[in-house]
């Protein structure tokens, strides 16, 4: 839902799941799926394992997020 309240957290990716979905590891040691928006699909190349990237959390799943591309 639009602006619905969401957690922002740092994150390593760990593993790449096709087409656009990619494992990542935050500090504390959890695990998450997180998704590339479907407008961002461009920029896939540029998310690699090891990476650290930013996402956004929903309060009420903690096992998915979204990876979020800062804008240059």
Known sequence: MPGEFTIRAKGIVRDHHPPATFLVELENGHKLFVRLPFRQR???????????????ISPTDFSNGVLVIDKD
Do not use: F, W
């Not at 461009?42 to 956004?56: H, N, P, Q, Y």
């Open 42 to 56: 461009d920029k896939i190349s540029d998310v690699k394992s090891g990476k650290e990237v930013s996402i956004e």
